[in-house]
């Protein structure tokens, strides 16, 4: 079974930039479509962006244009590039195998001044 693990998680002013990381176990890595999704206080889970085996993303409105998805085959890590950060941005942010449905602990993304 794949486990996953987020890292890159911080605070950060309106405007900045993150990079999160999702390190995953497993050999099955490549053959997956993975995606990134997070959860604010009093909100339901949503999807942020996915990307299939083979690279083809998808994003969500809201982060169109400011966000970008990526992986390292060879890493066996998932990425999200996040541009110009906005306070309603602020959520616990999940990785997640999406074929099997396996979730990462989270990784907190604060944007504040």
């Known amino acids: 079974q794949v486990q996953l693990v987020e890292s890159g998680g911080g605070l950060v002013q309106p405007g900045g930039s993150l990079r999160l990381s999702c390190a995953a176990s497993?050999?099955?890595?490549?053959?997956?479509?993975m995606g990134w999704y997070r959860q604010a206080p009093g909100k339901q889970r949503e999807m942020v962006a996915t990307?299939?085996?083979?690279?083809?993303?998808n994003y969500a409105d809201s982060v169109q244009g400011r966000f970008t998805i990526s992986r390292d085959n060879a890493k066996n890590t998932v990425y999200l590039q996040m541009n110009s950060l906005k306070p309603e941005d602020t959520a616990v942010y999940y990785c997640?195998?999406?074929?099997?449905?396996?979730w990462g602990q989270g990784t907190q993304v604060t944007v504040s001044s």
């Open positions: 997640r195998v999406l074929r099997t449905g396996t």
């Open positions: 497993g050999s099955i890595f490549s053959i997956n479509a």
């Open positions: 990307i299939t085996s083979r690279g083809s993303t």
